[in-house]
C-alpha cells in the first residue's frame, strides 16, 4: 500500500511539475488582473450565464500534498485538519462576452471521502469564498463533484423547491478549469444572507444540526445532535443579534432533543420536528414546514431531513423557523420510474427507486406530511411549468417537456398517496439530560440570567462552573467553535438549566396583541399607549419609551390613518438597530396590502420611523419629522406613494431596498445624510421631488436602477452619488428627466451611471 502510495504521490508531482510553473504565473497574473472587462454596468446586470469557471491555485504543490494525506488515509471521513484554506485566482467567462477575475480562498469540501477522486490529476469538491466581488449575487459557494448528490436530481431539487417558494440555494451545472484541468462541477451557493434577502428575508440567524458528533461511531455521540449557527459572524454584531441568537438556538435545541432516543418509528421521527415549536403561532410557517417534509418525502429525498443536515432560517418578527433546502441526496430523476407511472399495482404506494429497483415504501407518515402533501399539492398547481422548464436547461439539465411533465406527475401521484399510508403520532419524548452516559471531553452549556454569563456542567450536572464571556467567545459557543484552555469542547444546549431538566419551551417573553376588524393585527412591545377609533378610522399611538415598538402586520389595511407620536429622549441615543424582534422601525409595517393608508410621525429614536417591510398596494400622505436616524424605509416592497413630506431625519429620509415602488409628490428637508437611498437591487420612479438643505441628494448604489422625474435640489453640497458599496452587488444606474441642482455636483464611480435629459 505504501510503495503504491508513493508511486502515485511521484506521478501527480511529475504532472505539476510540467504544468507550465503554475505558482509564478499565479503571482503576474494576479498582479495585472482587471476585476472586470468592462464598465458597461447594463452588462453586469442582465441575466447571464457561466460559460467558464477558472481556478488557478497559488500553491498548487501544497495542495496536492495535502490531498495526498486524505489519500493515504483510510477514514471515511475528512478530517478537518485537510480543510486548509488556500489562496485562488478564479477568472469567469459569461455568455454575454463580460470576463471578471477575482482573489479568492479555497479549501476541500465535504465529509466524506465521495468527495474525493481518486485519480490523476487530483479533483474534489471545493469550499470557495470570494474576496472581491460576486458571481451572480453570490461570494460564497461550493463546487461539487456531482457524484456527491445524485447528478441532476440536486439541481433539479433546488430549482424546484425555489420555484415553489421555498429558500433554496441557486444549485447549476458549471464548466470548470481547475488548474488546467477540465471538469463539469455543481455550482451551488452556501447559505448565507445574500440568499436570504434574495428570498426578502431580513438578515437573521442561520441554524443548522451540529455534524460534529454525527460521522462518530460511539453511541453516545450519534444520539446527541444539536443545533449550532451557521453564520457566526453574524452574532457578534451586537447584542441584540446575542439575543436573537440565543433564543433561537435554545429552542431549535429543545426541538432536537425531543427526537433523541424515540424507540419507535424511527424514520418517521426525524422527519417530524414538533412544529408548535418551529412555528409558535405563526400558521404560514407551520404551512411551509409542512410542505417541506411532505415535498421531501414525495421526491425520496429523506437525507435533507435528518437533522444534521437540517438548514434553518430563524425570523425574530414571527418567532418561527424556516426550511432551508440542504442536501437531500434525491432520485427522483431515476429512469426505471416512469414506467411505474399509472400502474394500478402501485396506487396506494410510493413510487420510490432504489438503485435496482422500484420498491414499496410502507414507511409510516405523520399527520404533518399528510397536511403538507394536500398543500403543496396546490403549489405545484401553480408551478409556471415553462419558466421551470427554461431554467431547469439553462442549469444544464437536459430535460424535454414530456420528460419534465412525468416527473411531476410521479411528484403527484407520491403525494396524493400520502394519506393513504399508515399515520402515526410520533411520541416525541423530551431527553432531559445523558446521565447515564460519560463523556470527559464534552460540557454542556447554558444561559444565566446575565446577558454575558454561562454555565457550564458535565453530563451528570453533577459539577458546574459559571463564568463570564464575551460576545465573540459567544458566538463561538453558538457556533459549535469553542474550548476552554484545558481543549476541553463546550456544547451549547441554551435556556437555562432548570428549563434543560424540566423541559419547558425556551419562549420570548409575549407581547400584547389587537386584531382590528379581523383585517389586520397589531403587535405592541414596551411601553405604547394605542387607542383605536373605527368610526374614523384612525389609530393613535403614544410611544412612552424609548423601546417601545408598534408592529402591524398580516392583513388587508384600507383607508386607514395612523397617527405615532414618538418619545423624546432629550438626545440620549440608547436604541439599537433593531430590537430582539428584529424591528428596526418605531412603527413597522410588514407583509400586508395597503389601500389609501396615511401615516404621520412625530418624533422617532428608532433606526427607522416607519419600517414598510414587504408590502405592496397605495400610501398617500406620509409626514415623518423630527427623526433621530432614517425616517422612511421600504424593504422588499411594492408601492405606489403619493405625497410624502419628511422633515429633520438624523440620517436617511427615504432609504429604499430591494423591491419595486413609484414615488410622487416628494418635500425632504435637513436630511442629515442622504435625502432618497436607493440601494439592494432596488427598481423605482420619482416624479415631483423637492430637496432641500440635505447632506447627499440622491444616492444609487448596489445594482438599483430608477428614473427620475422633475427634481429640484437646493442648498446640497452632493447632488448626486453612484457608486458600488456591498460585495454582492455591483454599481447603480440612475436617469434624470430634468435635474435641477446648483452647484450640480455628480459623483459616478466606475462600474455605475447617471444620466441627465434636461428636456422632456
Not at 471515511?76 to 469567469?92: C, G, H, L, M, P
Not at 396506487?347 to 414499496?360: C, M, Q, T
Not at 428549563?499 to 419562549?507: L, P
Request: net charge neutral; charged share 25%; aromatic share 10%.
Amino acid at each position: 500500500m505504501q510503495v503504491k502510495y508513493e508511486l502515485v504521490l511521484g506521478f501527480i508531482l511529475f504532472f505539476i511539475s510540467i504544468n507550465v510553473n503554475s505558482e509564478v504565473q499565479f503571482s503576474n497574473a494576479n498582479a495585472n488582473a482587471k476585476f472586470c472587462n468592462t464598465n458597461d454596468i447594463e452588462k453586469h446586470l442582465e441575466d447571464k450565464k457561466i460559460k467558464l469557471l477558472e481556478i488557478n491555485l497559488e500553491k498548487h504543490r501544497k495542495w496536492v500534498k495535502n490531498y495526498l494525506k486524505i489519500i493515504k488515509s483510510t477514514d471515511q471521513v475528512i478530517s478537518k485538519e485537510y480543510k486548509i484554506n488556500y489562496k485562488a485566482d478564479i477568472k469567469i467567462i459569461f455568455d454575454n462576452n463580460l470576463e471578471c477575475s477575482f482573489n479568492s480562498k479555497i479549501r476541500i469540501s465535504g465529509d466524506l471521502r465521495d468527495h474525493i477522486e481518486n485519480n490523476i490529476p487530483p479533483i474534489t469538491s471545493l469550499d470557495i469564498e470570494l474576496l472581491n466581488g460576486n458571481i451572480d449575487s453570490v461570494i460564497k459557494f461550493k463546487l461539487l463533484l456531482p457524484a456527491t448528490r445524485n447528478y441532476d436530481n440536486e439541481i433539479f431539487i433546488a430549482t424546484f423547491l425555489r420555484h415553489l417558494g421555498f429558500i433554496s440555494p441557486k444549485t447549476f451545472y458549471v464548466n470548470s478549469l481547475f488548474n488546467g484541468t477540465k471538469y463539469k462541477f455543481i455550482f451551488q451557493e452556501n447559505p448565507a444572507k445574500e440568499l436570504l434577502e434574495r428570498n426578502q428575508k431580513r438578515e437573521s440567524l442561520i441554524l443548522k444540526g451540529n455534524e460534529t458528533y454525527a460521522w462518530n461511531s460511539d453511541e453516545f455521540k450519534e444520539k446527541f445532535v444539536l443545533a449550532k449557527a451557521a453564520n457566526r459572524s453574524w452574532i457578534k454584531k451586537g447584542i441584540s443579534n446575542l439575543q436573537i441568537s440565543k433564543e433561537a438556538t435554545s429552542m431549535l435545541n429543545k426541538v432536537f432533543l425531543k427526537n433523541i432516543n424515540i424507540a419507535s418509528n424511527q424514520i418517521a421521527s426525524y422527519r417530524d420536528l414538533d412544529l408548535e415549536i418551529l412555528s409558535s403561532k405563526d400558521s404560514l410557517s407551520r404551512k411551509k414546514n409542512q410542505e417541506y417534509i411532505a415535498l421531501l418525502y414525495a421526491l425520496h429525498a429523506e437525507h435533507g431531513l435528518v437533522i444534521n443536515n437540517r438548514r434553518f432560517y430563524y425570523d425574530p418578527i414571527y418567532n418561527s423557523f424556516s426550511p432551508i433546502y440542504y442536501d437531500s441526496n434525491a432520485n427522483i430523476l431515476h429512469k426505471k420510474l416512469k414506467k411505474y407511472y399509472k400502474n394500478t399495482y402501485y396506487d396506494n404506494k410510493i413510487l420510490r427507486h432504489n438503485g435496482d429497483g422500484i420498491f414499496v415504501d410502507r414507511q409510516p407518515v405523520t399527520p404533518n406530511e399528510i397536511i403538507g402533501s394536500k398543500s403543496a399539492l396546490l403549489l405545484i398547481e401553480k408551478l409556471d411549468i415553462q419558466n421551470f422548464h427554461k431554467d431547469l436547461t439553462s442549469f444544464g439539465i437536459k430535460i424535454s417537456n414530456d420528460e419534465l411533465n412525468s416527473v411531476l406527475n410521479i411528484i403527484k401521484f407520491n403525494l396524493e398517496r400520502v394519506s393513504l399510508i399508515d399515520a402515526v403520532d410520533i411520541n416525541q419524548k423530551y431527553q432531559q439530560n445523558f446521565i447515564d452516559l460519560e463523556n470527559n471531553n464534552i460540557e454542556l452549556v447554558f444561559d444565566t440570567d446575565k446577558t454575558l454569563s454561562v454555565m457550564a456542567c458535565n453530563f451528570q450536572l453533577s459539577l458546574c462552573n459559571t463564568f463570564d464571556i464575551d460576545i465573540d467567545d459567544y458566538a463561538n459557543l453558538i457556533g459549535g467553535k469553542l474550548k476552554n484552555k484545558f481543549g476541553l469542547e463546550y456544547l451549547y444546549v441554551g435556556g437555562s438549566i432548570e428549563q434543560y431538566i424540566s423541559g419547558n419551551n425556551f419562549n420570548k417573553v409575549g407581547h400584547k396583541k389587537l386584531i382590528i376588524e379581523n383585517e389586520f393585527e397589531l403587535d405592541i412591545f414596551g411601553s405604547i399607549n394605542i387607542t383605536v377609533d373605527q368610526n374614523t378610522r384612525i389609530i393613535n399611538i403614544n410611544q412612552e419609551s424609548i423601546f417601545g415598538r408598534v408592529l402591524v402586520k398580516n392583513g388587508v389595511i384600507n383607508n386607514w390613518h395612523i397617527i405615532f407620536n414618538g418619545f423624546h429622549d432629550n438626545g440620549l441615543n440608547l436604541v439599537p438597530k433593531f430590537d430582539e424582534n428584529l424591528l428596526t422601525g418605531c412603527l413597522t409595517i410588514a407583509d400586508s396590502s395597503l389601500e389609501q393608508v396615511s401615516v404621520s410621525i412625530d418624533g422617532s429614536v428608532c433606526e427607522d420611523g416607519l419600517n414598510l417591510l414587504r408590502v405592496n398596494g397605495r400610501m398617500n400622505n406620509i409626514k415623518i419629522y423630527d427623526s433621530l436616524h432614517d425616517a422612511l424605509d421600504l424593504d422588499y416592497s411594492h408601492l405606489r406613494i403619493s405625497n410624502i413630506e419628511i422633515k429633520n431625519a438624523g440620517n436617511d429620509c427615504l432609504d429604499l431596498s430591494a423591491g419595486e415602488s413609484s414615488f410622487s409628490n416628494l418635500n425632504l428637508n435637513y436630511c442629515e445624510d442622504k435625502a432618497i437611498s436607493l440601494g439592494e437591487e432596488s427598481r423605482s420612479n420619482f416624479n415631483n421631488v423637492e430637496i432641500n438643505n440635505s447632506k447627499i441628494g440622491i444616492e444609487i448604489k448596489d445594482s438599483s436602477k430608477s428614473i427620475m422625474s422633475n427634481v429640484k435640489i437646493k442648498n446640497t453640497p452632493i447632488c448626486v452619488n453612484a457608486f458600488n458599496k456591498k460585495q454582492e452587488f455591483w454599481g447603480g444606474i440612475v436617469e434624470f428627466n430634468m435635474l435641477e441642482c446648483i452647484p450640480e455636483v455628480l459623483n459616478v464611480q466606475k462600474g455605475s451611471l447617471i444620466k441627465v435629459n434636461y428636456e422632456l
